[in-house]
């Protein structure tokens, strides 16, 4: 239950109004809207930096029941610019938690509005689409929030990478590892890393704009393109240095953000999502064993279907089997492939994490 009577405040840039109570952090916040199909990892999807600039709501009705840990982070803070929910708890039952939910929130600065029919709400976005939106806990006045909403800019033509990014070079795993990997950031989740050096690899990870003559000073088996928030059609300098990886013939394994990138290093363009996927529950067909994965995912842009079909250099390797999207590639002349959707799946089943053994075998042969 919230920890304050007071009230909340959502409205929509199509104009539709919602009314809750605040919770979190009393303020007034903008972004895209969007939502989230998970019924757990709550901590882990408010603090994937590829949710940087959005409104998020979490479609399961009880948010905070189990409290946060300190442990349970995808990064450094939380990256949404605030929250929405049907029920967000203060009360926690797990005794291994550090905190309550809005303690989290507070330590943040993140706003969040309480008891919306988050029901309709999503039902709404799914039938109108992705569309900016702004929550206030402390200006109650519409008219004055729409003047206020009409300064956030689209996400369409937004690039957020390099906002996220680390702003230094740092390495993990073991120094003698015979498995080096230079991983590009444009908002790299924790776990992915941890999948990489669990395998046993050494990763140095490096900002968004590092050249690629930086990036082969590692001296790499291979090259990891991150994950990510934004458009990935607004960063013409990674596209750039993807190419330029391409031209190393060194394995490359690209996730989300990265597999767009790799797609649009081959000249293959992305496109808004009507709505995007979100969530720990999309179902995934891989093309090259027939089987179905049980995915993670969170990504707004998706790779053009028709143009991928029609480049005779890409091999379509996975498909959403809920709208037949492109949910892998892999290039047929060169030791690169990637994944729309998230294979460290935290939160989420682990069905995809062949992925990383797969880039391993790239790189060992």
């Known amino acids: ?29 903008a972004g895209e809207i969007c939502f989230n199909t998970g019924m757990t990892g709550y901590q882990e999807v408010f603090t994937d930096p590829s949710y940087t600039g959005q409104v998020l709501i979490m479609n399961n009705v009880h948010i905070g029941n189990y409290g946060v840990k300190i442990t349970d982070v995808e990064s450094d803070s939380i990256k949404i610019k ?30 969040a509005i309480d008891n919306v029919d988050t029901r309709a709400l999503v039902s709404h976005i799914r039938a109108k689409g992705a569309m900016n939106c702004i929550v206030s806990s402390e200006i109650l006045d519409v008219d004055q929030l729409k003047t206020l909403l009409s300064q956030c800019p689209n996400m369409d033509g937004l690039e957020l990478a390099s906002t996220v990014s680390t702003e230094k070079e740092y390495e993990l795993g073991d120094p003698k590892s015979q498995l080096k990997v230079s991983v590009l950031d444009f908002g790299v989740k924790k776990n992915i890393l941890n999948c990489l050096v669990e395998r046993g690899v050494h990763v140095r990870v490096h900002p968004a704009k590092t050249p690629l003559a930086r990036l082969k000073e590692f001296n790499p088996n291979g ?50 999502m009507h709505h995007g996927h979100r969530g720990l529950n999309h179902p995934v067909k891989n093309l090259l064993t027939g089987i179905c994965e049980i995915t993670t995912q969170n990504h707004g842009f998706g790779v053009d279907a028709k143009a991928v079909l029609n480049n005779e ?21 060169k030791p690169a492939f990637s994944v729309q959707y998230h294979p460290e799946a935290t939160p989420g089943p682990h069905d995809s994490r062949y992925l990383f053994d797969d880039f391993l075998k790239l790189m060992q042969n």
């Open 82 to 111: 605030a929250l929405i929910s049907r029920n967000l708890e203060n009360n926690f039952s797990r005794f291994l938690a550090d905190d309550s939910l809005d303690n989290f929130l507070l330590k943040n600065h993140i706003t």
């Open 313 to 333: 250099n890409i091999e379509v390797t996975h498909i959403n089997l809920n709208d037949e999207s492109i949910e892998g590639i892999r290039l047929k002349d």
């Open 223 to 272: 090259y990891f393109i991150s994950n990510g928030p934004g458009d990935p059609a607004s960063m013409p300098y990674a596209i750039e240095t993807v190419k330029g990886i391409l031209s190393e013939n060194k394995p490359l394994f690209g996730i989300c953000l990265g597999h767009q990138l790799l797609a649009l290093a081959n000249g293959i363009p992305t496109y808004k």
């Open 1 to 29: 239950m919230p920890t304050t009577s007071r009230d909340a405040i959502l409205l929509l840039e199509d104009g539709n109004v919602f009314y809750g109570k605040a919770f979190g952090k009393i303020g007034t916040t």
